[in-house]
């Protein structure tokens, strides 16, 4: 058994959700979910600025 993301998403992928392909890196059906649930909730400046966020971080990091 694995983690409750990774359950989400072999659950997702099952339901007939794919996979995304952003440049070299692959972006899993929980996280699309994750950033749809948090447009609906926050709104998209919110979701704007934490989309900027973790570009700043991932570029950062490498």
């Not at 409750?4 to 099952?14: D, T, V």
């Not at 339901?15 to 447009?39: A, K, S």
């Amino acid at each position: 058994m694995g983690t409750l993301f990774g359950e989400l998403n072999k659950s997702l992928i099952r339901i007939g959700f794919t996979r995304m392909y952003f440049g070299e890196r692959i972006v899993e059906p929980v996280i699309i979910m994750f950033f749809w649930v948090m447009l609906w909730f926050v709104g998209l400046q919110a979701l704007g600025l934490v989309a900027v966020l973790c570009l700043v971080i991932i570029y950062v990091q490498q």
